[in-house]
């Protein structure tokens, strides 16, 4: 006489079973996943300073000649320094900061009170 085991919940396999499998199979789902452009970079000319310690988007790009805005949302004092540069731009809570780019490049920025997690990169085509 051959026992058929049953679930405890009719219609569906046992947990300890499936999540072993599924939680393994979404992890390696998600490192291979390539980021999208969206996701790396954005055509805009404006970048946020949220509460976060971050710009956001972090790389940006833009055509030659365009002047990008940063706007500081945090409750902190930032800044913003182009690479190469000498010009660092403060902004208190609230206050913006403008660079114009006239010349086609990759430009990497930072905030030079925070340059530890605030970085940035400015593409120019």
């Given at each position: 006489m051959t026992r058929r085991l049953t679930p405890p919940w009719?219609?569906?396999?046992?947990?300890?079973?499936i999540a072993p499998g599924m939680i393994a199979l979404a992890m390696v789902a998600l490192a291979c996943a390539a980021p999208s452009r969206a996701a790396?970079?954005?055509?805009?000319?404006?970048?946020?300073?949220?509460p976060s310690y971050v710009f956001q988007p972090?790389?940006?790009?833009?055509?030659r000649?365009?002047?990008?805005?940063?706007t500081n949302h945090?409750?902190?004092?930032h800044s913003v320094q182009v690479q190469g540069q000498s010009d660092v731009h403060m902004m208190t809570?609230?206050?913006?900061?403008q660079i114009t780019f006239d010349q086609p490049g990759t430009y990497a920025y930072v905030c030079t009170l925070h340059a530890q997690n605030m970085k940035g990169t400015v593409i120019v085509d």
């Open positions: 009719p219609g569906l396999a046992a947990p300890a079973m790396s970079q954005a055509r805009t000319t404006t970048v946020d300073l949220p972090a790389a940006i790009e833009v055509t000649g365009s002047t990008v805005t940063w945090d409750n902190f004092t809570p609230g206050q913006t900061a």
